[in-house]
Structures are given as C-alpha cells and as structure tokens.
C-alpha cells in the first residue's frame, strides 16, 4: 500500500519505470546525434522545449505521478494528461523529423521521402485520423474495461503510456505540420478540428464529474486521502480544465501559422495578377484584357 501523498512525497517520492527510460533515452540520444550531426543549426528554443517533453514524460512514469498512479484517481488523470498531451506537443515542437531527415545520408534521405510519400502514411498521420485517436483515446480509457485493466496489470499499463505519447505525438505533427509530413493542409481544418475537439473533452469532463464512480471499490481501499467521488471530481477538473490551458500554445501556433499561410497565398495572387498584367496587350480598353468581360461586351 502506498503512503499518504504529502507535499514531501510529492517532492521526493520516486521509482524507476524501465520502460519510460528506456524510450525516453532512446529518443533523447536519437535527438541529441541528429543535432550534432545536422549541417544547419538548430533553433536552441526548439531543442529546450524538446528536452523539456522528454523531462515531462519521464518525469509522468518515474516521479510521484507513477508513484501514485494507481492510488489516487486525480494523478492518473494528471498522469494521462502529461503523456497525452504536455509531453507531445513539446516533442513535436521540437521537429524531431526535420533532425533526423538533415543527419541521414542522401539515400536514406530518399527513403524516408518515400515513405511519406505513400497513400498509407497520407491516412496513418491526416489531420483528421490523428484528431480522431486523440480525442477518443481518453473515451476508450475511462469508459471500457481498459482503465481497470492498466490499474491492475503493471504491462498493460506501459503499453499503455507508450501509445499515449505515441498518439500525443502524431496529434501535434499532424496539426503544427512543422515537419516534413505526407501532405500539407490549410490550417483552417486545424482551427476547425480544435473546436470540436474542446467540445469534446468538456464532454468528457461533464461525464466523469457528474456520471458515476468509476470503480469504486478499488479506490475506495487506500484508507485515506480524498474519497473516491471527490477524487474523481478533482480528476475530471484536471483532464478538463488543465487540458484546455495546455491546448493554449497550440491554438496560438496553430493561429500563427495559419495567418502566414494567408499571407503566402496574397504574395502568390498578387505576382498571379502582376503576371497576367505584365502579359496582357498594352493597347485596347482596360475590360477587353478580362475573357470574361470581352466575351460578354462582344455578343
């Protein structure tokens, strides 16, 4: 049984999950080699934010939230959210593709080209797939038997913090589009796909604060703490709330980039029209150099 949370233990209580480290060092490493090895240098704001996710998700398996995720209803929610969201969006932020497509060589480069090229990778990582297991992932959590399940069988709950991060993660390349992926789209359908995914997640947390205990008796055994409905009120606050204020950086991106978007297509419309002026016959009346209008003022 684990021990009352405290602020000590939430400061200092600790455990080590092999599974978190070894992914978490994996990466870094694959990181940190691409870095050294591109021949452009890498933004330092990127790099920070990137180790700042993998700080995160390391810190959501090892520090006090792997401790206690399967003691208090609330810290798994915190847990989820890390893992789901916090820890993604910084590791996308940081362009992990763009590093590793600079450090290959010419043939792998083209390889990898390739195989963003394919109709498979077009639908594994569309806006629309990757918004669709971002938002019925955390459904599927706490609304099936898989929530019990990862509480009571220690693999089932490393796989399952693996394919969190690994949804997280395509969820936010998919929307930054910071990275080379398979098909570029207007970030209109991102704006789009945010408001319906915020409805989506207050749903959630309406459910989960209003609807019944999920179960009960299991938390219900620690002997001490919150009760089992006030623990799951706080959790339901957090995936809601908290949620929100972390989707914030992505909207404002998400907003920025579509705003240069915008202005990449004024700069193309305006050299289109300065062309067809350049093009058209320096005599004549100014609506005979429009088809539409000739056409129409000749019948």
């Known amino acids: 049984m684990t021990d009352p949370l405290t602020l000590s233990a939430v400061l200092t209580a600790w455990r080590f999950e092999p599974t978190t480290a070894v992914a ?3 990466v870094g490493a694959a990181y940190a080699l691409g870095v050294v090895r591109r021949a452009r240098t890498v933004p330092w704001i990127r790099v920070t934010v990137f180790a700042f996710g993998l700080l995160c998700w390391f810190y959501a398996g090892s520090g006090f939230l792997g401790v206690y995720s399967d003691t208090l209803f609330w ?8 893992l ?17 497509r600079d450090a290959l060589d010419e043939p792998a480069r083209a390889r990898m080209d390739a195989l963003l090229d394919t109709g498979f990778a077009r639908g594994l990582v569309h806006p629309i ?13 706490y609304m099936t038997g898989w929530y019990r399940t990862l509480l ?5 709950d490393a796989v399952t913090r693996l394919l969190l991060v690994v949804i997280g993660f395509g969820y936010y390349y998919a929307r930054l589009q910071a990275d080379p992926v398979p098909h570029r789209y207007s970030q209109a359908i991102s ?5 319906v995914e915020t409805l989506g997640d207050g749903i959630l947390g309406v459910v989960l604060w209003q609807g019944s ?4 008796s299991y938390y219900a055994g620690r002997g001490w703490g919150p009760s089992p409905r006030t623990d799951q009120t706080i959790g339901a606050g957090i995936l809601w709330i908290l949620g929100d204020v972390i989707g914030l950086p992505l909207l404002l991106m998400l907003l920025q980039a579509f705003s240069s978007d915008e202005r990449r297509k004024e700069v193309v419309v305006d050299q289109e029209l300065d062309e067809e002026f350049d093009a058209a016959p320096a005599s004549g009346l100014w609506w005979e150099n429009d088809p539409q209008l000739r056409d129409r003022f000749r019948r």
């Not at 810290?75 to 890390?82: G, K, P, T």
């Not at 789901?84 to 590793?100: D, N, R």
């Open 191 to 195: 704006l789009i796909i945010t408001t």
């Open 75 to 82: 810290v798994r929610a915190l847990q989820v959210l890390l």
């Open 213 to 216: 205990v999920l179960i009960a």
């Open 84 to 100: 789901l969201s916090l820890a993604p969006l910084c590791l996308a932020f940081g362009k992990p593709l763009t590093v590793l």
């Open 129 to 141: 797939t990757t918004s669709a297991a971002m938002l019925l992932t955390p459904w599927l959590l």
């Open 24 to 26: 978490v060092v994996g």
């Open 152 to 156: 009571e069988n220690g693999v089932v």
